[in-house]
């Protein structure tokens, strides 16, 4: 069956720290590929998006994301994580001719001071 | 450019009453979709129209819910009967064909 699954509910990082949030799919080709964030009240917003090409894509605030077929992840990180990125994160993929996303569980991301 | 609009932004009910969601999607934008999220869990896709046209409803429940998109701009989901499951967040998203799916802030449902 088509899924995406974040393996992590919660994540909590120091301030200045390093990040790396995970996200695996199953799906027998290669999906197109979404990281969102959503923030307390908030709708969704994208911060970057993988459809082919080069394996590392950089999106907003600081975000990159790392496709890597043979493990079917795309990982989101990001070298020094602010206050500010405390919220929680969806990883979505497109499986089909559709453009349905399906989304994962999400990933809340705590901060510390 | 302004975003998805989304009203009501919070609903509280009592189970058997019903209610409307509204969203008027991006200026252009001929791809509407409507996402259910239960707290906890990620956006699930309940509707998505093309135009004024249905293209995926397979996980609507239709003996209680209901959308239309008469004029292929803005849209109404509505469920009636509710049932407390139906406590979620309803978020509507708008795109160009093909193109990335833009969000409006959602409609928080409560029933009781």
């Known amino acids: 069956a088509q899924s995406v699954t974040q393996p992590d509910i919660h994540i909590t990082v120091s301030e200045g720290a390093s990040l790396e949030l995970r996200c695996n799919y199953s799906?027998?080709?290669?999906?197109?590929l979404f990281w969102y964030v959503q923030s307390p009240g908030q709708g969704l917003q994208l911060l970057l998006k993988?459809?082919?090409?080069?394996?590392l894509v950089q999106g907003i605030k600081g975000f990159e994301a790392e496709f890597k077929r043979s493990q079917s992840s795309f990982n989101l990180r990001k070298p020094s994580v602010h206050w500010s990125d405390a919220a929680e994160y969806f990883c979505a993929a497109r499986m089909d001719s559709s453009y349905k996303l399906i989304f994962g569980s999400g990933t809340r991301l705590l901060v510390r001071p | 450019e302004a975003g998805v609009a989304q009203s009501p932004r919070y609903k509280i009910i009592e189970k058997r009453q019903s209610v409307a969601f509204w969203c008027n999607p991006i200026s252009g934008h001929a791809t509407l979709y409507w996402y259910q999220q239960i707290l906890g869990q990620g956006p699930k896709l309940l509707i998505q129209f093309q135009n004024n046209g249905v293209v995926d409803d397979s996980q609507l429940p239709k003996d209680r819910f209901s959308a239309e998109r008469l004029k292929g701009v803005d849209s109404t989901l509505k469920i009636q009967p509710a049932k407390l499951e139906d406590s979620a967040v309803y978020l509507c998203?708008?795109?160009?064909?093909?193109?990335?799916?833009?969000f409006g802030p959602g409609t928080r449902l409560t029933v009781l």
């Open positions: 799906y027998g080709a290669t999906p197109y």
């Open positions: 998203a708008s795109s160009s064909l093909g193109d990335e799916q833009f």
């Open positions: 993988y459809f082919s090409g080069d394996t």
